[in-house]
Every structure is written in C-alpha cells, then in structure tokens.
C-alpha cells in the first residue's frame, strides 16, 4: 500500500485492521495484565504498564508521522518530559529556550535542578545567544517552536547544527505545530515531545504525552524508564489519541486557516498594541517559519497594553472558552500570567500582564471575530 502522504499515514500506519476479529478500529485493549505461555515466558508483554496493544499502535502511528525510528506514549506531557530528563545525569547541563511553557521551566528549576542539572535560559532565537549559553556539561538544548505564549520561532537547522558541534543533544516541544505542520527530526533534531492533549488529541477530552526519537539505543533507554518509572497512559486515552490522529492534518489546515483570520483581525483593531502570530510578515521569525512548517498554526497570542482590559476581554467572550490548555476543536482564551504560566512569575520568563493566548478552534472564522470584536468592544 502507497503510504507517502501524511494524511494516509495518519489512518493506516500501525491500525491494520484487528487480526483476531477484523475490527476496523483498534480496539481498546483494556487489560491490565497478559496470560503467559509458562513461567516468566510472555507471549509479548507480562504487564499493562510494559506494554498494551492500543498504546502501541499510537506509538507506531506518532513515530511514522514524525518520521522517527520510534516512539513512546505517557500520562501526560508533563510525565514525558520527566522521562526524557531522567536519561541525564547530575552535574549535566541544560540549554532552555527563554519562552517555554511554564511547566516545563518548573519541572526544570523546581525538580531537576535540586537533583542536580543546571540549567540556563536564553534566547534561541539569538544563535549567537545560544551559542554563547553552551558549556562542556551542556547535554541538552531545549526548544519549543512556536513557543509557549510568545510565539517566537526557533531555527531548528541552525540550533541542532550549533549543539550537535557542542556535544549536545536537541529536544524540539512540536506542541503547537503538531507533525502535520513541522517535522523536527527531519530537521536535525534528536528527540521530539509532545503534550498529547492538544492538537494531537484534537478534543479536550485526553491527558497524554510522547517522545519520538530517530537513535535506538536512546530508545530504548526511554522504554526502559517508562516501564520502570511508570508513567503510561491507559487504554482508553491511547484509543482517543490514536482517534485524534487520524483527522489531526485536516484539522490543522481549518486551525491555520481560522488564525489567520483572527490575526489579521487583531492587527487592524485600534485596542490592540501587539500581535504575536508567526504567519504575520511582521512576525520577526516569519521566514524561518515559512521555511521549516507547511503552516503558522493555530496559535494568536496579542497585548492590550492594559492588563485589566486583557482580563475584562478574556471574561467577555461567548464562543472563546476561558480555560487553560490548547488545540482543541473549541476556540479558548486565557491570560498566561496567571493561569498557565504562574510558575514563571518572578523570573526572567515572566510574560505580560496584559498578554492574551487565544487557541483558535474550528468554528466559522466569521464568528470567531464578531465575538472578539463585541469583547474588546
């Protein structure tokens, strides 16, 4: 079967259909353990937490849509990210781009970094910055393109070419662009991860993560931390995030599309003061954008200039849902600072007060503007 395109690759790459009965669907394998053969003998797996065969036919669809040598399902981004971090070690050194998303600066500064990584923040954007951020310990660059809530834009070439010279290894958050949109491994990259809860879930109804990585040998570190630290998802959310790809390149055509519409919007409303949206010319990472995604996502992120008109907007729409997270089919609205990115208050991620991160759903862009036309009033 031809399976060059993402959009087949999304439907069929591992969801054969069921060998035992023919389901069309993968079915959920809600199981907790295997019967075995004899003693200590399993057929594949012993135990749930090892390995189940929904979570697996996600894994095989996610590493064939990222184009990696493999891939591995979690609980939640969160449990991902801790995962790929315990592959190092204390005294190693970490690269962080100075606008990620507020739980992974915490992970970093507030578990990791007490267990002994140090950690640097900088502007990726900057290669000069980057450059000069490295150390002998460095083992890790983090980045996150489009970032969380900024937007801004990380030449992955150019950053995986800078590290890769240093010794370190390149981690890419593909959150906000999804494998439909950005391929960082392809890139260059080492490893990418994911919050499964968004886009690639597509529904606001799953908590998940995943890492995809192309090296063997860091693969199969990683099966064995997950096996043994534990943090897999169950069947069910493996079965909808499996669901969730299978639609995930349509999808991401309507959000690029709607966010277009509501950035151009924004950019011509007099209360506005600033849009950040990578597809704008404006945007100072446009190029490299157009370059390394085949869309600008579904991400609008702007300022008031008035921190309490930012919060009156955010209370006021009707179709803009004012909730954390993103990427679902329903359009949401919040204020980072304090809500998804509280833990960054204080330190030099702090975002401002007055920011705005809308995720742009799947409604009709017409609507979507009228309702933030009647909030900004």
């Not at 060998?19 to 907790?32: H, K, L, N, R």
Request: glycine share 10%; proline share 6%.
């Amino acid at each position: 079967m031809t399976r060059d395109h993402i959009e087949t690759r999304a439907i069929h790459d591992g969801q054969d259909p069921d060998a035992a009965y023919g389901a069309v669907s993968v079915p959920i394998y809600q199981t907790s353990t295997y019967a075995q053969d004899d003693v200590a003998d399993p057929k594949v797996w012993d135990y749930g937490r090892g390995g189940n065969p929904t979570r697996e036919a996600f894994q095989r669809a996610l590493a064939s849509l990222e184009g990696g040598a493999g891939a591995f399902a979690f609980a939640s981004g969160m449990g991902a990210e801790s995962t790929l971090l315990l592959t190092l070690r204390p005294g190693d050194h970490v690269v962080l781009a100075d606008d990620v998303y507020g739980g992974t600066y915490r992970l970093l500064t507030k578990v990791f970094a007490p267990w002994g990584l140090s950690i640097t923040t900088c502007d990726l954007a900057d290669l000069d910055s980057m450059a000069g951020a490295l150390r002998d310990e460095t083992r890790l660059v983090w980045v996150e393109t489009p970032s969380n809530p900024l937007l801004k834009i990380v030449d992955i070439e150019a950053v995986t070419a800078i590290a890769h010279a240093a010794g370190a290894q390149v981690v890419v958050d593909n959150t906000f662009a999804s494998p439909a949109l950005q391929r960082p491994l392809a890139l260059g990259a080492d490893v990418v991860v994911h919050s499964v809860t968004k886009y690639i879930g597509g529904h606001s109804d799953l908590i998940g993560g995943a890492i995809v990585a192309s090296d063997l040998e860091l693969l199969e570190r990683i099966g064995f931390l997950l096996n043994a630290v534990g943090a897999v998802p169950g069947p069910m959310d493996a079965f909808l995030a499996l669901r969730g790809l299978k639609t995930l390149p349509l999808r991401m055509e309507r959000h690029c599309a709607n966010a277009a519409a509501i950035s151009a919007f924004l950019e011509g409303n007099e209360k506005v003061n600033q849009v950040y949206y990578p597809g704008s010319r404006d945007h100072p990472g446009h190029d490299v954008a157009a370059r390394q995604m085949s869309g600008f996502g579904g991400m609008v992120s702007f300022t008031t200039g008035d921190a309490e008109l930012s919060r009156r907007v955010a209370r006021s729409t009707r179709l803009f849902v004012l909730a954390e997270s993103l990427g679902g089919v329903e359009s949401l609205i919040e204020l980072p600072g304090p809500m998804t990115h509280a833990s960054v208050a204080g330190s030099p991620l702090e975002v401002p007060p007055d920011l705005v991160r809308l995720s742009v759903g799947l409604e009709h862009p017409d609507d979507l503007v009228a309702d933030l036309a009647r909030a900004l009033g």
